[in-house]
């Protein structure tokens, strides 16, 4: 297939980028250094002459704060929804979202609020779409996984409050299996929460990262919320994953229920083993 990747630099995008590559599949690469800034791409117009040949289409860019000219509503609303339309113009049926768990109807964030706008807008089309919604992802290369695992090698774990917030944090070879099998199979039209099988309190899961840098359990510090957003207020100028929303967001958990996904994919997603915090890929052996 010919699969026009946007956010190919980013994380997730590279990863399927390699994935998708390896199994013999053509990548249109989009992102700013392939000369393709999203800001630029707010009509069908703009999208038609990149659509040329391309049999499917993987929507990967994402911030996870606003910073200057990079606003939600921008990249994450009106340039995917020009792009949805544009391969309901041009025929390119197979359209693939990657959202983020809480993008539903319990959405409070600016993030999430974004982000259901396109999922919404793709949702309206006569297309073979998946919206595909991950929880925190884990494995080499993720910026919310390199931050968390800072945190977990420090030598108390900042938590806020009790943090008992429940995640269910899924491995990035889980959500490349996702998109690949989204790619070819008969049961679109699909909205799929990609999360973890095991359900885990933040402070156990930072607890969980530092076990496989091979140190021992340590100490949490309890920071109240209310100094956790103060800090979180001035640490976004610093750092756009330190925004105030993102740690209400932490609050609320990131959790699903993880078998639709388990009977899309045939298998469980993995349990979390310190091998996969410092792997892309499948293990040989499954955790499930
Ligand atoms: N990682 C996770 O744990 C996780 C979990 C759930 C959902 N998600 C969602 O999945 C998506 C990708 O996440 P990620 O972890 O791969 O993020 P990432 O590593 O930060 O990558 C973001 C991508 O968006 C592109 N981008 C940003 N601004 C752009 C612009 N103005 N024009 C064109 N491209 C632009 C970046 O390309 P440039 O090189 O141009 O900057 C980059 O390729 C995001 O929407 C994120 O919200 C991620």
Known sequence: MNILITGVSGFIGRTLATALSAAGHQIKP??????????????????????????????????IGERGTQRFAVLHTQAPSA??????????????????????????SAYHLSKRSADDCLRSLDLDWFVLRPSLIYGPGGKSAELFMRLATLPWIPVIGDGQQALQPVHISDVVLT?????????????LDIVGPDTIAFAEWLQTMRAAHGLSRTRIAHIPLWIAMAAAYVGRYFNPMLQPENLRMLQRGYWADFTPLARFLGR????????????????TRRAS
């Not at 113009?89 to 109807?105: H, N, T």
């Not at 469980?268 to 293990?283: G, K, N, W």
């Open 30 to 63: 989009v992102c700013r250094s392939e000369g393709v800034d999203f800001k630029q791409m707010l009509s069908v117009e703009h999208w038609l002459p990149r659509l040329k040949d391309v049999d499917a289409v993987i929507n990967c860019v994402g911030i």
């Open 83 to 108: 792009l949805f339309h544009a391969c309901a113009q041009a025929g390119v049926r197979r359209v693939l979202q990657i959202s983020a768990l809480g993008a539903d109807e319990s959405a409070f």
């Open 179 to 191: 998109v690949m099998k989204s790619l070819t199979s008969p049961e679109a039209k699909q909205t």
């Open 268 to 283: 469980l997603p993995h349990t979390a083993t310190a091998a996969l915090f410092f792997s892309q890929s499948e293990p």
